[in-house]
């Protein structure tokens, strides 16, 4: 289904697990070809999206206040909290958003990423989330011009 898009998608599952993704987002993230891929450790601790993102500090707030509302939500996974406590331990700020009474569930966002090009580009994150299977997500880049 994926494969189908023109715009790059993956789907995760509750534990942020990459499960698949098509050809445009392995272009967009290097990381997604590592074995095991997962998003937050990708988003906190790879240099090529640190380097790839314009507002790494706003976009990691705002994925881990996203993972945090999925573990406390979502039946409290050993997976997820395992690496939410590597997160925590390993990134300074990551404690002080962890604390942020803001409740932010997961859902679409707007990011600014930098192309193969060097030129930044501004998406929408659309997240499609099945009520039947809720820990699996569908999530599709949408450039804004």
């Known amino acids: 289904m994926i494969d189908a898009l023109d715009q790059a998608a993956y789907i995760m599952d509750s534990s942020w697990d990459l499960l698949a993704y098509n050809e445009a987002a392995r272009i967009l993230f290097e990381d997604f070809t590592l074995p095991r891929p997962n998003l937050l450790r990708i988003v906190f601790f790879s240099e090529h999206y640190r380097q790839k993102i314009q507002d790494w500090q706003f976009a990691a707030r705002l994925v881990l206040l996203k993972a945090r509302h999925d573990y406390l939500t979502g039946g409290k996974s050993p997976i997820l909290k395992s690496i939410l406590n590597e997160v925590l331990h390993a990134v300074p700020q990551a404690m002080e958003w962890w604390d942020d009474p803001e ?23 659309n997240i499609l989330i099945s009520k039947d299977r809720p820990g699996l997500r569908i999530a599709f880049y949408d450039e804004k011009k």
């Open 103 to 125: 409740i932010l569930p997961i859902g679409d966002t707007d990011i600014t990423l930098r192309d193969g090009q060097g030129c930044w580009r501004r998406y929408r994150i």
